[in-house]
Structures are given as structure tokens and as C-alpha cells.
Nanobody, 119 residues
């Protein structure tokens, strides 16, 4: 079974930066959308940023201007550069892939990586 594996989480001070990366354990064809979600304690999971196969991006209002999502189609990876981090960014971050494999729509989720912003 294909797995997504996130890396790059950790503890950072307010104003600092982190870069998250996500890779698939096997090649996934025709990934239509790659995205990052996050879930803070006692809150619902929310979309942080997404990028489609054409490179168009969308961001949550709370991270616009601070976070940048990018993808490498050849490597099946997606990254999230997070700058000017705030304590409110503290959450578990999940990567997500949405693919169309020969007409079969499939979703893939990572296990999550903890990001903690604290002094």
C-alpha cells in the first residue's frame, strides 16, 4: 500500500522558519492535487495550501504571504516552506495527494508531522 511520509517538523521560535516535505513510498501516477492540511488540538483539520498539476496554488488566508507550497512532479514530492511562524501555526501537519489512476480516483494521506511554535 502506498504511503506518504512527511518530514521537517519540529520546534521553532516565533518568527522562525521550517520546511516540510512529503514523499510517496511508491510512484503515484497522475497526481491531480497535492496539499498540506493541519490540525491543532481540539480543532478541525483545515487546508493550509494546495497545488494542482498545472502549478496553480491556493492558501488559507491565515498563511498567505508566509507559506509557500511547491511540488516536484518527477519525484512525486510536495514541500511547504513556512516563514514568520506564529504560535497559532502549532499543529500536526498532514500531506495529501489526490490522483486519477486510469479513471480511479484515489486519496492518500500522510501520518502527520508535529510543528510547534513556541518561545
Amino acid at each position: 500500500q502506498v504511503q506518504l511520509v512527511e518530514s521537517g517538523g519540529g520546534l521553532v521560535q516565533p518568527g522562525g522558519s521550517l520546511r516540510l516535505s512529503c514523499a510517496a513510498s511508491e510512484r503515484i501516477l497522475n497526481i491531480l492535487l497535492m496539499a498540506w492540511y493541519r490540525q491543532a488540538p481540539e480543532k478541525q483539520r483545515e487546508l493550509v495550501a494546495a497545488i494542482n498539476s498545472g502549478g496553480s496554488t491556493t492558501y488559507a488566508d491565515s498563511v498567505k504571504g508566509r507559506f509557500t507550497i511547491s511540488r516536484d512532479n518527477a519525484e512525486n514530492t510536495v514541500s511547504l516552506q513556512m516563514n514568520s511562524l506564529k504560535p497559532d501555526d502549532t499543529a500536526v501537519y498532514f500531506c495529501y495527494y489526490y490522483a486519477n489512476n486510469a479513471g480511479r480516483l484515489r486519496e492518500f494521506w500522510g501520518q502527520g508531522t508535529q510543528v510547534t511554535v513556541s518561545s
